[in-house]
């Protein structure tokens, strides 16, 4: 039955119905979700995104290695980008970016996050700048890069462990903050509830909130605030 | 200790350290949070925000029926609004509204998170249309609305039990979305946990979540939202 | 003690006391649990099934790989069939498929959990029909199949992280439906409760659940109303 | 916006849009649900049921006292039942009962449950017999009725505490059971969340579950399955 | 049996066993906990505290109102204290006060928990100074008091929500920091059990916890360090 | 159908089905739950196993304040006992005691669990020794016990907060110890769920446990221990 | 420090202080609990054990496969039993058995932990009897053994998911009931915790429960009763 | 952007920003958390540690075995200490110990977090003894070593399970008592939130509590009290 014949869909291997009408309905196209995903199927998705949609490169997220390290050589003559650090595919050339996004972490292990959310961006054609391990036990590393989040159309905050970053962050500047718990951290916070929990808690007002380690949804929040704030609609 | 001495704050009675400097640092100035307040702690307050800062209104959420009751009187001369199902008192003229945020409910019930989220909208200037009761169990219901809601500056969405309205909302919509989880629920959903796990963890790209019932950190997002769209930074 | 002269039942090597009594109390016969046990006692025990019961075929589900490996084997002359995505080994030959069940699933991950099901109903003699991957997000893709699934005896719905697709179906449609929360997800989703109080929660009258991951109790429940419909008590 | 121009929805007040398409789309209607709406609401809402749809009669759930003691007053000249242990309140006679369910209870206390079930079972037009507090505790107590339970369209089996009666009742007829965990319980049980977890997680195979004390999805469920198997689609 | 007869204990009307040799072995004497505790139950074992221990006032915390009515009358001729929002008593004269121990908070609500941190230090004869509502959505105030906490003994920091504040604290200043959750929020912070943890997982090193609500704990925990410092051993 | 014709039941106005066979059975009698029951059904209830099992007294637990007033006007010419700490009713004259269970308590609040305990096992015609108010925060006061504790044929401990006592205890003496973690507690401790964790975590070997509160089922164990040490079988 | 000069205590490399008196002081003696130990430190235990204390095998429990191997020819010339099953290992001939306590368990997987519950029984010289595959989804099974459990000292019930058999079986017989939860179970039951309350929640009256998976905990209070029982004080 | 030009800190390799005010700030420097980073981002800080700050030997917690292994040979002519069973790593000689701090375990598998609290405490220049293996189930063993602990400047008392040490120590010294709940356990302590939850909810006045295994948090803690103490401020 899915042979993708419903308008907007494609059908793929019995396996899965792309949703190729996304980018038109949600300004955002159909990304690949890896984990789960033998090797195979997520690079098949990838060839199908790339094919059907060449607005802009294909991605995908929670890559394991063994589509890390096969991307390359599965899109000859393709422009393919692998992070190993936050496990994403981008198959095609990047868009020149628009907007100012910041994304801060509160450790250096908060990377991974970040850097999907990064990649994530940098697909999307937002621009990203990163700003690693600047923790509230230390509090002036974050006062010292403010004037430079200020401005941002939107700020995106990684933190593990007491979650508290993003909370201060949203109390000293004008831009949406967004934050992102990780699973960074043991005991009362493993696997990122408690922290995710504490973001939501927050006493600084308007302080939103993604799953843990989305950092992704985080990307394309922003992302679709960038294409509100530049009039793309 | 409490003096107020510190540049841009105001101790109030030795019970608060108001933070007059709010809106110049985020844009969104302080707000009185009701709960667990005296009548008079809180009256006292929106007393103080009106007098230090009357660029606009003063605002006080989760306010108890004893201060509903008593605004107006506690502010002969002023604008004051005092809504019930919302729980909110404003005391100011409300500023014309800009931008264009749509609140969506799922179910009749959720109307005093949408009503904290609008009169906090309303108080901080942005323009805010409600649309109720327009839950999953009866899809066409949402559908019927979809043009309305597509160009919003930012969608809103209240809802309790499953909380799979917004889910269903952001793979819809370009315009960035908001979900607000309710405690309206029972059993598994009693308390809105539940509710709040299952907006996290959306299969829609880009659904951000805020606290259970915070209908007022939903619109402050919201407001960040129309002020840089708006250009106002 | 463990000597199987208990009446309806049959003692197996000390580990197990097979109900071979199930088939005529509840219309379904007992079933092989793989997860837990050596690769000899669940072949041990189909093996007695197969013997003891031979109106239909022997099931086991939750195999690891050694029972799927050995399964062809260890039964020469036998129809086997041994499913390593939805983990089921099948024994004896499938009964001609009466009734109609549809199953859909959320997303491409969720396949294995509709995989045990399938495989559960086609042993059960149950017609069954799959759909894969109609998820909320791109809400068209399920509308597109909607005709199909209408007139179902009943409807199994897989679905992770969110677990929104059950609720949606269940309020498009005048068949029983059953959600099976799977364990796809993370953060505040991983593990499958929070996807399986999502559904519980459900705001469409009549939507039943199962336990996170199965797919055979989902079977076994649709089964019974199969049975029923079809005169079958 | 919510004026109910939408095909199929009907606004009401400003705070409710109800589907008055829902039995043409799953075979049952609309309902109110009384917890957390004002008497006023739920009583208006009650009244537009019963108007828009004659073909039986309109039903609230979860009725608070007010709304109980009202009810008879505000419909003059229909037959109105209002049930204070279950608090449904029917508006406009039965129809006539078709199909057999049985509704059965652990102990005394998980009676309101039932009587939901019953109420809404009987408001569909479904025949439904209660047995009251056979639990676990003395199991002759079940089996004294097992016969009589074996030959229903469906089961629904109500309890707390421990939640084993489903799984037992599930164990020995070949009947669709469903289970209705309840609050009734104290310490680990409050709330009833272990014991629809101990529901969830039967071994008895085919055991469905539906939300903590929500014997009105139950009644639906069955109702859909009894109108499969009474040939009603 | 509970005649009070073991040495270092009093026993009490049958229903309590006070511990008359605390203050020797932990340099604190027993204290009435009076939750749960009818006031006639209370007001009676500040009585005998009172007799059996003159070196210094006998406390009661989590006094009931009906406590705290009473408890002048009750001890004619005593300095007696009863502090309504810390919902303490005190029965006696205070010792002269020794030591510096600071008490923040990060909102109003949370001065309860302050107050009885306040009135238990006091009762052990050390110095306190309060601090309230600096937390961290206003940074700026916390930091105008820095100078001032720099050089406590010890630091008590009561926060709800988020708990970030005594985090922040933590990396800013050598004194021991004692966090102490309150139940001040909503949602998934109700309780302060997400506020808890958010300070057990402090990525500020040497941060240490107390239950909820527990200033009296934070109390006794600082105290002890005062009576370290100042040789008291 | 609930006519009670079940051989060792007694149906009951249709709200119950006594299980007249237990003490048969179990040996221990039904005993009426006098939760979420209404005064006229545990009054009925009590009457009702006063008459069927004349060998010992009818006991209801949990009784509202209701039950507890009505009980001694109810059974004239009968002795009744009405306990309003431990909540429990007692109707007909208590058998001689037999054996010999000691029945501590951590803290003063704990009485209303220990109550019910001392209660049931004088229904049951157990001996019972109840010690008061010997937590571990004053260890002495339960060594100055031991003596007296170390013969019992099982002890009981309810304990709330940390739930340290039963642990102790069971380290200290050969009885048979039986935890009962009571609600007494805050914070982390509420509800008593850490209590009872912490008591099924015990690391002195064989401590038990039952739910929260659950005086009557500690009571209920410890008397049939006693009924195998004095050879009742 | 840890020197072992304390009496009735005895240092062991530094890593342990063996309760050498807890034989003398309740009836049972220390034994070594093989997690997070390395082997070298069981092994070393399990000789200190029997050296000190010749009256009974020394006993040690959750043996990695490496303990098991080696126990053998740790010991040259006494008496060792490795059960790879229940991961246990006896050093020292067995007493003879005295008592009668039966080991039930609910499936198949559960049997590891009722072996430890037998093994421990064993080297306390207690009499067990284990019937295995008994649970509530073919009761039959279990009613065809119970005039065998009725008159047992004790009976300890493993069971995983619903946790429901120890339930039933506390409803039939005279005999104190022991309840493990054991791990075994998927999504709502993973880890145990949900069978754990259950039993807790049971509604049948004196069933009381250990820890998850803890069968040597439930052997041991099944030997202190046999202990009271065979007037063993 | 993280180009360590913030005063106060030190950029490292775009992947971290050391703080190397945090002596000055706070009385303990900057220390590196090992589990997340690769073993080269570890040993890099390290020896940007030990470059900066000369006046203490750097640390690194939760070391892997790479790192274990590495450390020695990365640091050629500095006197390094590796401890696997506490997972640290020092470079630098450890200055001559202040002060008396004892860490106390309740079994021998709480070690490593002794461990990790006893290398913090060397390095930081403060004086440890340690006891291991005093659990409540043989309180003997505590109370041989009580005239010991009597007079530390603090204790620090490590504990799985029932966490139930720390009370007891808390409730017999006049020491500052932390507790540290660890992670050995299983089913309901699985994790060590049950045992956090038991030490945090303590009836013993004072007791403080950090995250699960948290031995270093315990030892800063204790090292600023140390400080307090001894006049370092």
Redesign the interface.
């Given at each position: 039955?899915?042979d993708g014949?419903?308008?907007?869909?494609l059908g793929v291997g019995?396996?899965?119905?792309l949703?190729t009408?996304?980018r038109r309905?949600?300004?955002?196209p159909?990304?690949v979700?890896g984990?789960?995903?033998t090797p195979e199927?997520t690079l098949r998705l990838l060839a199908e995104l790339r094919r059907t949609d060449p607005r802009g490169p294909a991605l995908a997220t929670r890559c394991p290695p063994a589509v890390l390290d096969a991307a390359r050589d599965a899109f000859p003559g393709e422009a393919v980008a692998a992070d190993p650090v936050g496990r994403t595919v981008t198959v095609g050339a990047l868009p020149p970016p628009v907007g100012d996004v910041v994304a801060l972490t509160?450790?250096?292990?908060d990377?991974p996050v970040a850097g999907e959310c990064r990649a994530t961006l940098a697909a999307l054609g937002v621009g990203v700048?990163?700003?690693?391990?600047?923790?509230?036990?230390?509090?002036?590393?974050l006062?010292?890069?403010l004037d430079?989040i200020r401005?941002a159309?939107?700020v995106v905050v990684a933190a593990g462990?007491?979650?508290?970053l993003p909370?201060?962050v949203?109390?000293?500047?004008?831009?949406?903050v967004?934050g992102v718990?990780t699973?960074?951290?043991?005991?009362?916070?493993?696997?990122?509830?408690?922290?995710?929990?504490?973001?939501?808690?927050?006493?600084?007002?308007?302080?939103?909130?993604?799953?843990?380690?989305?950092g992704?949804?985080?990307a394309?929040?922003a992302?679709?605030?960038v294409?509100?704030?530049r009039g793309d609609?």
């Open positions: 039955m899915t014949t419903t308008p907007g869909t019995g396996f899965a119905e949703d009408d996304r309905r949600t300004g955002v159909e990304v979700y984990e789960g995903k199927q509160a450790g250096t292990t990377l700048r990163l700003v690693a391990d600047v923790g509230v036990a230390g509090l002036h590393r006062l010292g890069h430079a401005d159309d939107a462990m007491d979650g508290a909370s201060v949203a109390g000293l500047v004008p831009a949406p967004i718990p699973s960074v951290g043991y005991g009362v916070a493993a696997g990122g509830l408690a922290t995710a929990a504490a973001m939501l808690a927050s006493c600084s007002p308007g302080l939103v909130v993604v799953n843990v380690d989305n992704f949804g985080a394309v929040h992302a679709k605030i294409h509100r704030v609609r």
